[in-house]
Nanobody, 130 residues
């Protein structure tokens, strides 16, 4: 059984940076794609970024150029570097894993939140203030 645990959320001023981490326990096959999605209060889920085991990435337009997804296979950890944060980035951020999808496909599926993914974590809260 795979478990994903996020950390690194917190409060930050607009324009600032945060790095989220997601540690995976259990065996994740090389066919899996990992990603991040978020849900802001009163809004739908939004897929943000996804990466496959070869390092191919895909980003939502809303975060492209500001967020960077990366992974450390040895540490079984997924990261999301978030720079130039905006007020509208305030949300609960979740990591997720899905089998047999490209990063672009995983990005689309994460619009459904965890329901479209095989595994997802409980999330870490990011609050951006002015």
């Amino acid at each position: 059984q795979v478990q994903l645990v996020e950390s690194g959320g917190g409060s930050v001023q607009a324009g600032g940076s945060l790095r989220l981490a997601c540690v995976a326990s259990g065996y994740i096959p090389s066919t899996y794609c990992m990603g991040w999605f978020r849900q802001a209060p009163g809004k739908e889920h939004e897929g943000l970024a996804a990466i496959d085991r070869d390092g191919v990435t895909s980003y939502a337009d809303s975060v492209k150029g500001r967020f960077t997804i990366s992974q450390d296979d040895a540490k079984k950890t997924l990261y999301l570097q978030m720079d130039s944060l905006k007020l509208e980035d305030t949300a609960m951020y979740h990591c997720a894993a899905v089998d047999d999808m490209t990063p672009m496909q995983a990005l689309d599926v994460m619009a459904w939140g965890g329901r479209g993914m095989d595994y997802w974590g409980k999330g870490t809260l990011v609050t951006v203030s002015s």
